[in-house]
Protein backbone atom coordinates (compact mmCIF):
# COMPACT_ATOMS: atom_id res chain seq x y z
CA UNK A 1 0.00 0.00 0.00
CA UNK A 2 2.85 2.25 0.95
CA UNK A 3 4.73 2.08 -2.49
CA UNK A 4 1.32 2.48 -4.29
CA UNK A 5 0.40 5.80 -2.58
CA UNK A 6 4.09 6.82 -3.23
CA UNK A 7 4.11 6.17 -7.19
CA UNK A 8 0.77 7.62 -7.01
CA UNK A 9 1.09 10.79 -5.28
CA UNK A 10 4.85 11.70 -5.70
CA UNK A 11 5.38 9.68 -9.14
CA UNK A 12 8.15 7.86 -7.68
CA UNK A 13 8.73 3.89 -8.04
CA UNK A 14 10.74 2.79 -4.86
CA UNK A 15 11.97 -0.28 -3.41
CA UNK A 16 11.39 -0.54 0.37
CA UNK A 17 13.63 -2.50 2.32
CA UNK A 18 11.25 -2.54 5.83
CA UNK A 19 8.31 -0.97 6.81
CA UNK A 20 7.06 -0.31 10.57
CA UNK A 21 4.55 1.43 12.41
CA UNK A 22 5.56 3.84 14.71
CA UNK A 23 2.30 5.44 16.19
CA UNK A 24 -1.66 5.66 15.46
CA UNK A 25 -1.05 7.55 12.12
CA UNK A 26 2.99 7.29 11.61
CA UNK A 27 5.05 5.04 9.49
CA UNK A 28 8.94 4.59 9.21
CA UNK A 29 9.82 3.57 5.75
CA UNK A 30 13.73 2.02 5.56
CA UNK A 31 14.46 2.19 1.57
CA UNK A 32 16.38 0.03 -0.44
CA UNK A 33 18.19 2.87 -2.69
CA UNK A 34 19.05 6.42 -1.06
CA UNK A 35 18.50 7.66 -4.35
CA UNK A 36 14.86 6.74 -4.03
CA UNK A 37 14.85 8.49 -0.61
CA UNK A 38 16.34 11.34 -1.96
CA UNK A 39 13.96 11.74 -4.97
CA UNK A 40 10.89 11.23 -2.34
CA UNK A 41 12.35 14.26 -0.55
CA UNK A 42 12.27 16.31 -3.87
CA UNK A 43 9.29 15.62 -4.42
CA UNK A 44 6.96 15.50 -1.26
CA UNK A 45 5.40 18.99 -2.13
CA UNK A 46 3.13 17.46 -4.45
CA UNK A 47 1.49 16.35 -1.61
CA UNK A 48 0.51 19.64 -1.44
CA UNK A 49 -2.32 19.04 -4.08
CA UNK A 50 -3.60 15.92 -2.68
CA UNK A 51 -7.03 16.60 -1.76
CA UNK A 52 -8.93 15.01 1.75
CA UNK A 53 -5.75 13.95 2.67
CA UNK A 54 -2.98 14.72 5.23
CA UNK A 55 0.21 12.97 3.86
CA UNK A 56 3.20 14.50 5.29
CA UNK A 57 6.86 12.99 4.42
CA UNK A 58 9.77 14.03 6.84
CA UNK A 59 13.47 12.68 6.66
CA UNK A 60 14.57 10.96 10.33
CA UNK A 61 16.24 13.55 12.48
CA UNK A 62 17.87 13.52 15.64
CA UNK A 63 16.36 15.02 18.85
CA UNK A 64 18.83 17.90 18.35
CA UNK A 65 17.71 18.37 14.67
CA UNK A 66 13.91 18.53 15.37
CA UNK A 67 14.74 21.59 18.18
CA UNK A 68 16.58 23.08 15.54
CA UNK A 69 14.09 23.07 13.28
CA UNK A 70 11.04 23.80 15.78
CA UNK A 71 12.92 26.87 16.21
CA UNK A 72 13.44 27.81 12.75
CA UNK A 73 9.41 26.93 12.32
CA UNK A 74 8.78 29.50 15.31
CA UNK A 75 10.89 32.39 13.36
CA UNK A 76 9.22 31.42 10.35
CA UNK A 77 5.72 32.03 12.02
CA UNK A 78 6.69 35.18 13.55
CA UNK A 79 7.97 36.74 10.10
CA UNK A 80 4.96 35.63 8.47
CA UNK A 81 3.46 37.46 10.76
CA UNK A 82 4.90 39.92 9.71
CA UNK A 83 3.97 40.17 6.51
CA UNK A 84 7.25 38.40 5.68
CA UNK A 85 7.96 35.54 2.59
CA UNK A 86 9.48 32.63 4.30
CA UNK A 87 10.17 29.30 3.01
CA UNK A 88 11.83 26.80 5.51
CA UNK A 89 14.84 24.08 4.58
CA UNK A 90 16.71 22.02 6.22
CA UNK A 91 19.44 23.76 8.56
CA UNK A 92 18.21 27.00 6.23
CA UNK A 93 15.49 29.22 5.64
CA UNK A 94 14.51 32.36 3.25
CA UNK A 95 13.39 35.40 3.90
CA UNK A 96 11.77 37.94 1.26
CA UNK A 97 14.80 35.98 -0.83
CA UNK A 98 17.56 36.70 2.20
CA UNK A 99 18.96 33.33 2.97
CA UNK A 100 19.53 32.43 6.68
CA UNK A 101 21.13 29.57 7.99
CA UNK A 102 21.45 27.62 10.99
CA UNK A 103 24.49 28.03 12.99
CA UNK A 104 25.55 24.73 15.09
CA UNK A 105 28.28 26.37 17.54
CA UNK A 106 25.87 29.24 18.43
CA UNK A 107 22.52 27.39 18.24
CA UNK A 108 20.77 30.36 16.23
CA UNK A 109 19.83 31.15 13.01
CA UNK A 110 21.89 33.95 10.87
CA UNK A 111 22.13 35.56 7.82
CA UNK A 112 24.69 34.33 5.30
CA UNK A 113 27.06 36.68 3.75
CA UNK A 114 27.18 37.56 0.35
CA UNK A 115 29.98 35.37 -1.50
CA UNK A 116 32.25 37.68 -3.32
Same mark, same amino acid.
Given at each position: ??? /??????????????? &? &??????????????????????????????? /????????????????????????? &?????????????????????????????????????? &???
Amino acid at each position: MTK /RIIKQYIGVEVKIKS &A &AKIGHKTCLLELEDQGDKEEILRNKFKLKNV /RNERIYINDELTRNEREQQRQMRKI &AKQERGKGNTVKIGYRKQTINGEIWRWNRDKEIIEKER &AKN
